[in-house]
Antibody, heavy 120, light 107 residues
Framework: EVQLLESGGGLAQPGGSLRLSCAAS????????MSWVRQAPGKGLEWVSA????????YSADSVKGRFTISRDNPKNTLSLQMSSLRVEDTAVYYC?????????????WGQGTLVIVSS | DIQMTQSPSTLSASVGDRVTVTCRAS??????LAWYQQKPGKAPKCLIY???ILESGVPSRFSGSGSGTEFTLTISSLQPDDFATYYC?????????FGQGTKLEIK
């Protein structure tokens, strides 16, 4: 059974940093691209970032480019999102998702999300 | 970036109704479209990918169609469990983008 468990959310100050993690199990982690999607309170879904199975290719939304870095540790089956220069508008639930196959795929499994609040 | 526009934003319907949600892309995305269902406080769930392929375990009352720039999600006979918010997403090119969502409410 595929399981994705996010952690690391919490309260951060504007300009601060936070690192999110996603522990994956139930599938061959290194064989699949992974992504982060966020949802601000009461709003729709916003794609954030994606990474190939090897970690060699990454993509990010313009809204987070230069501030957020996606990475993965395949031996530890862990996906990460390093967030810096946080803004109030980064407040959201952050979901990690397994992509169907490579970097060109839909998100077929999602974690339950971790809440990030950016506030002074 | 490819813009995705869903209609309607809100849909009121009754159990047993047939409903259709439309998603339009600002440029052709071939069939690289997914539909997700989200219930309050829960993670999204993928229902359909590649415009018309049903995810394993998704009831057959859900169906998807379309290609190019216009797509539809149809629920043939609404069940109580189907009242939720639905999102389309294009994955033809980065940055991947979602529609704004369609909230399906009980009439």
């Amino acid at each position: 059974e595929v399981q994705l468990l996010e952690s690391g959310g919490g309260l951060a100050q504007p300009g601060g940093s936070l690192r999110l993690s996603c522990a994956a199990s139930g599938f061959t982690f290194s064989s699949y691209a992974m992504s982060w999607v966020r949802q601000a309170p009461g709003k729709g879904l916003e794609w954030v970032s994606a990474i190939s199975g090897s970690g060699g290719s990454t993509y990010s939304a313009d809204s987070v480019k230069g501030r957020f870095t996606i990475s993965r540790d395949n031996p530890k089956n862990t996906l990460s999102l390093q967030m810096s220069s946080l803004r109030v508008e980064d407040t959201a639930v952050y979901y990690c998702a397994k992509m169907r196959g490579g970097l060109s795929g839909a998100d077929d499994y999602w974690g339950q999300g971790t809440l990030v609040i950016v506030s002074s | 970036d490819i813009q995705m526009t869903q209609s309607p934003s809100t849909l009121s319907a009754s159990v047993g109704d047939r409903v259709t949600v439309t998603c339009r892309a600002s440029q052709s995305i071939s069939s690289w479209l997914a539909w997700y269902q989200q219930k309050p406080g829960k993670a999204p769930k993928c229902l359909i990918y590649q415009a018309s392929i049903l995810e394993s375990g998704v009831p057959s009352r859900f169906s998807g169609s379309g290609s190019g720039t216009e797509f539809t999600l149809t629920i043939s006979s609404l069940q109580p469990d189907d009242f939720a918010t639905y999102y389309c997403q294009q994955y033809e090119s980065y940055p991947y983008t979602f529609g704004q969502g369609t909230k399906l409410e009980i009439k």
